[in-house]
T-cell receptor, first 114, second 112 residues
Framework: KAGVTQTPRYLIKTRGQQVTLSCSPI?????VSWYQQTPGQGLQFLFE???????NKGNFPGRFSGRQFSNSRSEMNVSTLELGDSALYLC?????????????FGEGSRLTVL | DAKTTQPTSMDCAEGRAANLPCNHS???????VYWYRQIHSQGPQYIIH???NNETNEMASLIITEDRKSSTLILPHATLRDTAVYYC?????????????FGKGTLLTVNP
């Protein structure tokens, strides 16, 4: 069974630009969540989508947004990029619904802002 | 979610058992203990989780104390490929459990 796929794997942008990252979850998984990982702050939760609806949101500014499509694929967008947005952006999928369940992470998209 | 405390780093000899401790003294009754690991430059990988009973799977064993205030992840025969940062996370079983709070974790180095 294919894992979580994130594209692109690496990208370089300049300050003020915007970026869109894509995540394809494991087939049958309905929950997709996004995390930002930096050396200073570690892994931080951005948001989670379930059945095309944002269900949870972390403490990030409105420049960070996301969406989920009917096939469960998800995108996240960062507008007006800042140097501090340089990070590894990780997507995780899960079956979703209530109750416990492990998250399956992708390899991440490494964003460098110059 | 309850806060967890883990040692910053640990070493283990290849082939020996690696025992990674985690303190979660403020854990509440409906909170589970999850363990993930992250090998350098990869996404985190789920290892195991438990509520109050000890758990074992093909990767590891999880021992939770009777008062649930601490737990230990055991890798029975550590290999060089087990070198990674190990995260202990406590989270509830409600509908919002997909928002995980990762701490700093423990860097486990397996030495030949």
């Amino acid at each position: 069974k294919a894992g979580v796929t994130q594209t692109p794997r690496y990208l370089i942008k300049t300050r003020g630009q915007q970026v869109t990252l894509s995540c394809s979850p494991i087939s049958g998984h309905r929950s997709v969540s996004w995390y930002q990982q930096t050396p200073g702050q570690g892994l931080q939760f951005l948001f989670e989508y379930f059945s095309e609806t944002q269900r949870n949101k972390g403490n990030f500014p409105g420049r960070f947004s996301g969406r989920q499509f009917s096939n469960s694929r998800s995108e996240m967008n960062v507008s007006t990029l800042e140097l501090g947005d340089s990070a590894l952006y990780l997507c995780a999928s899960s079956l979703g619904g209530t109750g416990t369940g492990e998250l399956f992470f992708g390899e991440g998209s490494r964003l460098t802002v110059l | 979610d309850a806060k967890t405390t883990q040692p910053t780093s640990m070493d283990c000899a290849e082939g020996r058992a690696a025992n990674l401790p985690c303190n979660h003294s403020t854990i509440s009754g409906n909170e589970y203990v999850y363990w993930y690991r992250q090998i350098h430059s990869q996404g985190p990988q789920y290892i195991i989780h438990g509520l109050k009973n000890n758990e074992t799977n093909e990767m590891a064993s999880l021992i939770i104390t009777e008062d649930r205030k601490s737990s230990t992840l055991i890798l029975p025969h550590a290999t060089l490929r087990d070198t990674a940062v190990y995260y202990c996370i406590v989270t509830n079983s409600g509908g919002s459990n997909y928002k995980l709070t990762f701490g700093k974790g423990t860097l486990l180095t397996v030495n030949p």
